[in-house]
């Protein structure tokens, strides 16, 4: 089973700085999808980065940007000029590839990370 | 844009009521999943669905149960609520087509008390 682990329950930034959230994942897949998700206070999930592991090239979605190791099963994501409406519970998920397997579609998450911006 | 509407925000209930929440998706997604969220604890998965009648346990299916009658709607039902079974509920869908990038979408959430 997979298990996705982040080790930060709470970080904060200043506005217009940068911040990086770590998440490491455990399996022994090799093909996968790894998500960032932000949570704010009225809990909608908004998917935030993706990242395929077959895709050597980080993902970067304007000011987001993961650092994907997939030898270490490293997958942080990189918050540049940091803004108050970034301030939110992020997670990381881990989604498998295998269309065959009863896994397939599931999202492991991990237990989130509260990230504070402060002005 | 994908839409997948809970139909109740919030949600008080007595211990031993029959509880449903539903969930509809508008993007006619094979897979579907009911999620719980607790402080601490990170989401969990309760159930998931890959097609009409279909259904797989997740990592915590005690004291729940599913229906998926239609492709579009998949409801989770709690047969006889308990206090330990308050939480915040996530329902999400999503394409098993690898082209359709293999996110899955979310919706608002269901808080359900349970007194």
């Known amino acids: 089973a997979q298990t996705v682990t982040q080790s930060q329950p709470e970080m904060s930034v200043q506005e217009a700085e940068t911040v990086t959230l770590s998440c490491t994942y455990d399996?022994?897949?090799?093909?996968?999808?790894l998500f960032w998700y932000k949570q704010p206070p009225s809990r909608q999930m908004i998917l935030v980065i993706r990242q395929e592991a077959y895709k050597q090239q980080n993902a970067t979605e304007n000011r987001f940007s993961v650092n994907f190791q997939k030898a270490a099963k490293s997958f942080s994501l990189k918050i540049s000029d940091s803004q108050l409406g970034d301030a939110a519970m992020y997670f990381c998920a881990y989604r498998s590839a295998d269309a065959g397997g009863t896994s397939y579609g599931k999202l492991t998450f991990g237990q989130g990370t509260i990230l504070t911006v402060h002005p | 844009d994908v839409k997948v509407t809970q139909s109740s925000r919030y949600l008080v209930k007595r211990t031993g009521e029959k509880v449903f929440l539903e969930c509809v998706q508008d993007?006619?997604?094979?897979?579907m999943f009911w999620y719980r969220q607790d402080p601490g604890l990170g989401l969990r998965l309760i159930y998931f669905?890959?097609?009409?009648?279909?259904?797989e346990k997740g990592d915590i299916p005690e004291g729940y149960s599913v229906s998926r009658e239609k492709k579009e709607r998949f409801s989770l039902i709690l047969e006889s609520a308990s206090t330990n079974q308050t939480s915040m509920y996530l329902c999400?869908?999503?394409?098993?087509?690898?082209?359709?990038?293999?996110?899955?979408?979310f919706g608002e959430g269901s808080w359900l008390t349970v007194v």
């Open positions: 993007m006619d997604h094979e897979n």
């Open positions: 999400a869908s999503s394409s098993y087509r690898r082209s359709s990038g293999n996110t899955i979408y």
């Open positions: 399996t022994s897949e090799s093909d996968y999808y």
């Open positions: 669905s890959y097609d009409v009648k279909m259904k």
